[in-house]
C-alpha cells in the first residue's frame, strides 16, 4: 500500500518586516539608489518616514505621475495591539508583495516606461519629527535627506485611491496619472 504523505508550508512575516519590504521593492522597481533605499527603511525601522512619492517627470521637470506609498503608524499600533504582529503570507502575496501594490506598480512602470519619463522621488517625515527641530536635524542627519520643493504636477493630474492591503492596512496607496 502506497502511503502519500503531504506538507503544508505557511510563510508568516512580522508586520514591519512585511512594511519594510514592500517599501523596498517598489523604491528597487523604481531605480531608486541603494543608499537612499537603506536610509528610507531606517526611517521606516525608526518611524520617522509618513510618506514616500515616486514621481515620473517629463523634461519640463513637471511630475506626469506618482505613486505614494503612506505608513499610517496608528494603524501599525493598533494591528500590533490587536495580536496581529504577524502575517500569514497566503497567494495575494507574490515573493512577499502585496498584490495592489504589484498592480500598482506595474502601472506606474508602464506609464513611465511609455512616455519616457524620468524618475524623482519625496520622503515625508513624520510630524513628530516636523514639530522638533532638533530630532529634525538628527534625522536629516542621519538619513543624508535635505528639504525639497513640492514637484509641480501636469494639469490634468488624476489620483486613484488604491484599495488597502487587506492583510497589510497601515500601508496606504495613491496613484496619480495624467490620462493622455
Known sequence: MLNIKTQTYVQTRT???????????????AQISDT???NVIKG??????????????????????VL??????KEHDRQIQLGNTKIELSARW??????????????FDEYVH??????????????????????LLRVRKELGFVSAQEIPRKPGFEEAQIPRIRDLPELQLRL???PE
Request: aromatic share 6%; glycine share 4%.
Open 68 to 73: 505614494e506609498l503612506m505608513v499610517d503608524w
Open 176 to 178: 496619480g496619472i495624467v
Open 114 to 135: 511609455e512616455k519616457k519619463l524620468g524618475i524623482d522621488k519625496r520622503y515625508y517625515y513624520t510630524s513628530e519629527v516636523n514639530e522638533d527641530n532638533e530630532l
Open 36 to 38: 537612499d533605499v537603506a
Open 15 to 29: 508586520r514591519i518586516e512585511l512594511l519594510q519590504t514592500n517599501i523596498r521593492i517598489a523604491l528597487k522597481r
Open 94 to 107: 507574490n515573493d512577499e508583495v502585496a498584490l495592489e501594490l504589484s498592480v500598482a506598480l506595474d502601472t
Open 44 to 65: 521606516i525601522k525608526n518611524r520617522w518616514i509618513r510618506k514616500i512619492a515616486i514621481h515620473g517627470v517629463n523634461t519640463l521637470g513637471q511630475s506626469c505621475c
